[in-house]
């Protein structure tokens, strides 16, 4: 990654959403920039114009904590961005050790955190890394992402599915949310894992392959996801809404443990049983006869 470049385009990009009506400030009649001048960034975040310019050019290694924090300030940082923004810095560092983050390769769960995952039985569980692999799952979460198996030469990777796969379209009825909210990920994690090759490989491969994946990435947007609701059309159980909480592990920087529920006593719920009955009788089924077994398990449940 080129450090300067992103601290100017993140800057740049956040600079630009921040209205003067928001801060305070007259919009006036001769703007001829979106959302702030650096002028009026410098004076809110209590700086010169000319250090905050050398700022937003990429000259941000050695800004102290408290200059970070008045720019976060400034431009109306939310959580997710301020910690980017630290990331930046850090990473802008001369001394800045990169942290130890897990690859997709050659790692497996210790045998406490598997059976965890399959004491999970009523939704699917599983554990990613920064890059959006699944690296290990509880069956409900292998049948739920039945379409990311099965692809030569390539483990189940959430990013690629999602651009790539023409069946995302429909697994993810919110398809827009859901890939902003995936790239915003990417994002974060490129920041904080700059020397990820696997992780910039997969950026690369998607910029180049998919036009929706660039202009996400180009917006230099960030996110935590830690909880809230997401729908789904699932090729053999089809609509669900579940709620999900994703847990950082302490033990394994980097990797976060997923699980989705579904609401007690709703349709999703049922979808949910369905699911699980056809995993436990078709484990090995592919994505590719997934129509076979819809129109299977509609028949005995009927």
Same mark, same amino acid.
């Given at each position: 990654m080129d450090d300067p470049a992103e601290v100017r385009e993140f800057l740049t990009t956040r600079r630009a959403r921040v209205t003067p009506e928001q801060v305070g400030l007259p919009a006036g009649t001769n703007r001829r920039v979106a959302g702030l001048r650096r002028s009026e960034v410098a004076t809110l975040a209590g700086m010169s114009v000319e250090y905050y310019t050398r700022l937003e050019r990429g000259a941000i290694s050695g800004a102290s904590p408290q200059v970070l924090d008045s720019l976060a300030r400034a431009l109306l940082l939310d959580d997710a961005e301020r910690a980017h923004l630290f990331d930046l810095a850090q990473a802008a560092s001369p001394v800045a050790r990169p942290p130890k983050r897990r690859s997709a390769t050659g790692w497996k769960p210790h045998p406490g955190l598997q059976w965890a995952l399959e004491a999970v039985t009523a939704g699917p569980a599983f554990v990613r890394n920064g890059r959006m692999d699944l690296l290990a799952v509880n069956p409900l979460a292998r049948a739920f992402y039945t379409e990311l198996y099965g692809v030569p030469g390539q483990g189940p990777n959430i990013a690629r599915h999602l651009f790539l796969d023409p069946r995302a379209l429909e697994f993810y009825p919110d398809w827009e949310s859901s890939a902003d909210i995936v790239v915003a990920i990417l994002r974060t994690e490129a920041t904080r894992d700059r020397h990820n090759k696997e992780l910039h490989d997969l950026i690369g491969e998607l910029s180049t392959r998919s036009a929706d994946?660039?202009?996400?990435?180009?917006?230099?947007?960030?996110?935590?996801?830690?909880?809230?609701?997401?729908?789904?059309?699932?090729?053999?159980?089809?609509?669900?809404?579940?709620?999900?909480? /994703?847990?950082?592990? @302490?033990?394994?920087?980097? =990797?976060?443990?997923?699980?989705?529920?579904? !609401? %007690? /006593?709703?349709?999703? @719920?049922?979808?949910?049983? =369905?699911?699980?009955?056809?995993?436990?009788? !078709? %484990?090995?089924?592919?994505?590719?006869?997934?129509?076979?077994?819809?129109?299977?398990?509609?028949?005995?449940?009927?």
């Open positions: 994946f660039r202009t996400r990435w180009g917006a230099h947007n960030v996110r935590h996801h830690g909880s809230g609701f997401k729908s789904f059309h699932h090729p053999v159980v089809g609509d669900l809404t579940l709620a999900y909480e /994703g847990m950082q592990l @302490e033990g394994d920087p980097g =990797l976060t443990m997923t699980i989705y529920t579904a !609401e %007690p /006593g709703s349709a999703s @719920e049922d979808a949910m049983r =369905l699911l699980a009955s056809w995993a436990a009788s !078709e %484990p090995a089924t592919s994505a590719t006869n997934t129509t076979s077994a819809t129109s299977a398990m509609r028949e005995e449940h009927r």
